[in-house]
């Protein structure tokens, strides 16, 4: 089930890209802004928006730490900003000046990707701010871009319908023609799956375009094979040109946004829709998955970005909300979930040494304070007691019960003291919905005018909330 829990209306013009940290969402739009909002409650943060531009940004992402943010425009460049206080730290102009159309970070986090409307792709160093490599694809402007998990290749998609693969040297290995009338995003999942064939881990990705088509393919990244790239199969939901489409953080669902205004959920096993979301007014341009929540951001030409709730089957490797928690025992985490979690956390910096020294999730929660000193060697006595602190809620989150969700403000997504209820038949917590409404006259949920201000108390589900509180204090 997808639900909308929140609707950003800040933008003055069209939405075009949507892109998540572990902690933040960002937004770019037509109206040359860059805007950033808190995931905790959805609040656009104190430095945002950010400016800087002089014509529309088209495309915006995270570095892997989350710590850097990358934007780029029409008029030429590619800008980088500090996310924890909205400075921009570098402005980086295109060759030739041309459009920027898409960026992209590589899983190594110093290398930054820019594409242009004249076709040329730039491979910038993002700490020193310099040029690494360029290069430029046979015709058309270039549209999309992605990493391979390890960084080492790259996918790029183009106006005249070709995806090219690259490596880090920017030596084209392998050109596809995919979608007849062009490429006009692409995708590729964190998640390998086995090949039955040949026993080799391939990995999925996912490309769209101007033909109406989402196309998924298995694709083998293999330094002492080359690159194998295999059509999967297609899916065809959509009634017009498809503009967006990403991998869930498990690989296990794929949504799209289109022409047609609407977003369609797919499960990527079996290419069998599982929801179509037709919330937005005019085209979709852009959708996004949470890293570490269940979470999916669309944005649209209506200048609107919508916050979907996901209930998913299954938590995403990494994911790590309270709901979940009680649902996967810590004990039982991989590797590769600690270092997720430790990204969650701000506290990214510990995934090489704690890989190092093969930290699963019962290594985690035996952690102390002597031995994060002298087995892992952290010198530092306020970073260790910051990883313990984490580890310590941890440790009590374990216990926690899942709150039910029509207990929760679906503003705030905070536990309700004080529930009311709107005219567009939703609840929420009094104070949460009295801020809203002085500042727009529109649903939180549906986006749609509110035909009255009027906010009606509803005592049943305060008292269903009395009652659940009582059952969590015995």
């Known amino acids: 089930m997808a639900t909308l829990i929140h609707t950003l209306a800040d ?9 998540f940290s572990s902690s933040c969402l960002a937004t770019c739009s037509l109206d040359k802004t860059i805007r950033v909002y808190s ?3 959805f609040s656009e943060l104190p430095y945002s928006p950010l400016e800087g531009h002089a014509y529309a940004v088209h495309c915006c992402c995270f570095s892997p730490s989350g710590r850097l943010l990358a934007s780029c425009s029409t008029d030429g460049t590619t800008a980088l900003w500090d996310s924890r206080d909205g400075r921009r730290l570098a402005v980086l102009p295109q060759p030739g000046a041309s459009p920027v159309r898409v960026c992209r970070f590589s899983p190594r986090p110093s290398w930054l990707l820019a594409g242009a409307a004249d076709g040329s792709l730039v491979l910038w160093d993002a700490r020193s701010f310099k040029l690494y490599r360029s290069g430029k694809v046979k015709g058309g402007s270039l549209m999309a871009c992605a990493f391979s998990p390890n960084g080492n290749f ?8 070709d ?6 040297k920017m030596r084209c290995l392998y050109n596809e023609k995919a979608h007849d009338l062009g490429v006009t995003c692409c995708d590729i999942s964190s998640h390998p799956v086995s090949d039955s064939e040949n026993g080799f881990k391939y ?3 996912a490309s769209c375009g101007q033909d109406n088509q989402i196309k998924l393919w298995l694709i083998l990244f293999a330094d002492f094979l080359g690159v194998q790239l295999k059509y999967k199969f297609t899916l065809n939901g959509h009634s017009a040109p498809v503009l967006a489409c990403a991998f869930s953080c498990d690989g296990q669902m794929i949504a799209s946004g289109s022409v047609d205004k609407c977003v369609m959920i797919y499960e990527t096993s079996t290419g069998n829709t599982l929801h179509t979301l037709s919330q937005h007014m005019r085209y979709v341009t852009t959708c996004a998955f949470a890293p570490h929540r269940p979470l999916l951001a669309t944005g649209s030409m209506d200048k609107t970005v919508h916050i979907w709730q996901l209930d998913l089957k299954q938590p995403c490797a990494g994911q790590f909300t309270v709901e979940n928690e009680s649902k996967v025992a810590v004990e039982d985490w991989s590797e590769d979930d600690v270092s997720a979690w430790l990204s969650a956390q701000d506290l990214s910096d510990f995934v090489g040494l704690f890989k190092m020294n093969n930290i699963d999730g019962k290594e985690l929660l035996n952690l102390t304070k002597e031995s994060l000193a002298n087995e892992l060697k952290i010198e530092s006595l306020g970073l260790r007691s ?3 602190q984490k580890i310590e809620e941890l ?7 899942s709150v039910p969700d029509e207990f929760l403000c679906p503003i705030t997504r905070e536990l309700m003291n004080d529930p009311v209820i709107a005219t567009d038949g939703y609840s929420y917590e009094r104070e949460a919905m009295e801020n809203w409404i002085s500042n727009r006259r529109s649903s939180p949920m549906t986006n749609l005018p509110l035909h009255s201000l009027m906010l009606t108390p509803n005592r049943t589900l ?10 969590q204090q015995k």
């Not at 909330?465 to 009582?470: A, D, G, T, V």
């Open 11 to 19: 933008h003055s013009d069209d939405v075009n890209y949507c892109a």
């Open 39 to 41: 995931l905790s409650n």
């Open 154 to 161: 790259f996918v790029t998609g183009s106006s005249s319908g």
């Open 163 to 168: 995806l090219t693969i690259w490596d880090d």
């Open 203 to 205: 990995f999925q990705m």
């Open 386 to 388: 910051k990883v313990l």
């Open 395 to 401: 440790r009590m989150t374990m216990i926690s019960v």
């Open 462 to 471: 305060k008292m269903a909330i009395s009652r659940w509180r009582e059952t």
